[in-house]
Structures are given as C-alpha cells and as structure tokens.
Nanobody
Framework: QVQLVESGGGLVQAGGSLRLSCAAS????????VGWFRQAPGKERTFVAA????????TYADSLKGRFTISRDNAKNGVSLQMNSLKPEDTAVYYC?????????????????WGQGTQVTVSS
C-alpha cells in the first residue's frame, strides 16, 4: 500500500505560479506511476498530468501543455507539479494518485491510491 500526501496549494493571483508536492510512503515508490488530477466545485475529477515509474515518460492534458510540468524524485519518494501562468479556471482541489503499473493513464479508475488533495485558488 502507498500513502500519498499533497502540499503546496494556496491562493495565487492570475499569472502566478505554484509548485505542488506529493510525498509518498509505504511500498517501493519507484514501482508506481503517478498522476495528478483536479476537481473544481461541482465538476468531475479530471486528468492533469502523469509520470512513469522512472520519470522517463510524461503526459499532460492537452489544455495544460506548456504551463504545467510534472517531475519526480524517487530517492525522495516525491512527485511535483510545477504550475505556471495560472488562470482562474485552474482553481480546484488537486490530487495525486499512484498506480502499480508501468503504463501512464489519464483515467481515474486506473489509479489505486489517492491523496487527500490540496486546494489551489487563482484569483483574477
């Protein structure tokens, strides 16, 4: 089992940046692909980005390419999401999730473990 804890959320003005972190504990973290998802009030949880077990492959939601960057440090059991040029529509609770597989996925149901989320609010 893997436990995930997100941090780094907060209030930022439009155009600003935030860096989210996901700290993992439990099983060997390098065996898990990791994804970031977000959920705005009243909306479904949607895919943001994912990274492979060794960090060699990444994928992003098309609308976020160029603004968001996912990375990981297996030595520190952590995954980060750098978010730049933030917009009010980026406001959401951001979740990291892990799946025991080499394949990247944008589907929530492919992920076995979830963190509690961290709130990101972008003011206009």
């Amino acid at each position: 089992q893997v436990q995930l804890v997100e941090s780094g959320g907060g209030l930022v003005q439009a155009g600003g940046s935030l860096r989210l972190s996901c700290a993992a504990s439990g099983r060997t973290f390098s065996n898990y692909a990791v994804g970031w998802f977000r959920q705005a009030p009243g909306k479904e949880r949607t895919f943001v980005a994912a990274i492979s077990r060794n960090g060699g492959a990444t994928t992003y939601a098309d609308s976020l390419k160029g603004r968001f960057t996912i990375s990981r440090d297996n030595a520190k059991n952590g995954v980060s999401l750098q978010m730049n040029s933030l917009k009010p529509e980026d406001t959401a609770v951001y979740y990291c999730a892990a799946k025991y597989s080499a394949n990247l996925s944008y589907r929530t149901y492919d992920y076995n473990y979830w963190g509690q989320g961290t709130q990101v609010t972008v003011s206009s």
